[in-house]
């Protein structure tokens, strides 16, 4: 047995989106992912929060790998100077390699493509297809509406409580920070 660092999967936007706040904890988060000398997986774009973690880990010393369709290169542009770049046929292999590669998942404010990922893993979960971690970074309550709408799916019986108790939501970053020490340790046995 050895041990390991842990590897984060991390879903979030393309976009900037309208709060400084968010760049800000993606910055923040990748350059805490490198100061932990953890691996940081994500979509490989240089674009948007994808481009604010991933340069902000790489910068602190992280691994950092990027899984990119080839059909996003132009529109995403894969970052250069990571440790590794993958480029792969479609959203669906992407999405699996993502899964994969991580540890747990963390999930930023994002888009259409993160409520995606973030739902892949989500119903994986409930299916017992994996047991990792799945963190929401809820700041100043973006993930609200999506929280409430699960929270309607469980009252009317078809999320159960248990799966919904199963995310690791948080308000800010020193919470988003601590739980991910809590559930994965400086280092995993491998």
């Not at 350059?31 to 948007?48: D, R």
């Not at 992407?94 to 409520?115: C, E, M, N, S, W």
């Not at 799945?134 to 999320?159: M, S, T």
Request: net charge negative; hydrophobic share 45%.
């Amino acid at each position: 047995m050895t041990l390991r660092k842990p590897s984060l999967t991390v879903f979030c936007g393309s976009r900037h989106g309208q709060h400084q706040a968010h760049i800000d904890d993606a910055a923040a988060f990748g350059h805490w992912i490198g100061q932990q000398s953890w691996h940081l997986v994500y979509g490989g774009g240089n674009v948007g929060l994808m481009g604010e973690i991933a340069r902000a880990a790489l910068q602190a010393g992280a691994q950092v790998t990027g899984i990119i369709p080839e059909s996003l290169m132009k529109r995403e542009v894969g970052l250069e100077g990571l440790t590794r770049l993958e480029v792969v046929s479609d959203m669906s292999v992407r999405k699996q390699a993502l899964i994969d590669l991580g540890d747990a998942f963390v999930v930023l404010p994002g888009g259409l493509g993160t409520l995606d990922e973030f739902f892949e893993v989500a119903t994986l979960l409930q299916l017992d297809y994996h047991r990792k971690p799945i963190l929401i970074l809820n700041r100043d309550g973006f993930w609200d509406p999506l929280l409430a709408l699960v929270k309607h799916q469980v009252f009317a019986g078809f999320v159960s409580q248990k799966e919904f108790d199963a995310w690791h939501v948080v308000d800010d970053l020193d919470d988003l920070k601590a739980s991910c020490l809590a559930l994965l340790g400086p280092s995993k046995t491998i």
